[in-house]
């Protein structure tokens, strides 16, 4: 039986972000099964367990204590159990350097988190009826980064 709900995690070491995150997906109606990580080793423990989901799209915090989103990229990009796996990069950064580095190693989209509560329920939608696996076909450098 197929599953009518999006499976999405969030690694994010902000209890706010992570709150004002599940609350976005409560207040679109979007059918999905939120999980959030409170750092990158914790999500990658859970990731490699095999008796766990896998989430359909991730978002990755950059700046987390004990792994970081830049290492939980890397490893997840070299694990062929993970090829299905859509992974939105959200950070308080938008340097340049965080984002051609997350581009070469793999992320799918680059959002710099809103300080608007609208204007993130706004991006989250966006990102999450995205067919991520026709959009990775013309994924470039300039569509890489979500502008909202």
Request: proline share 3%; with cysteine.
């Amino acid at each position: 039986m197929a599953e009518n709900y999006v499976k999405i995690a969030l690694a994010d070491d902000d209890p706010d972000d992570r709150l004002f995150f599940k609350e976005a997906f409560e207040e679109l109606k979007i059918k999905s099964k939120v999980s959030t990580f409170n750092d990158g080793d914790t999500l990658m423990s859970y990731l490699n367990n095999e008796n766990n989901e896998i989430p359909d799209l991730l978002f990755l915090d950059l700046n987390m204590p004990r792994k970081s989103g830049l290492e939980c990229l890397v490893e997840i990009k070299s694990n062929d159990r993970f090829n299905d796996l859509a992974i939105a990069i959200y950070s308080t950064s938008a340097t340049e350097e965080d984002i051609e580095y997350t581009f070469v190693k793999g992320a799918n989209i680059y959002i710099k988190k809103p300080n608007d509560f609208n204007i993130l329920k706004k991006t989250l939608s966006q990102v999450v009826t995205t067919n991520w696996q026709f959009a990775n076909n013309g994924l470039n450098r300039d569509n890489f980064l979500l502008r909202l």
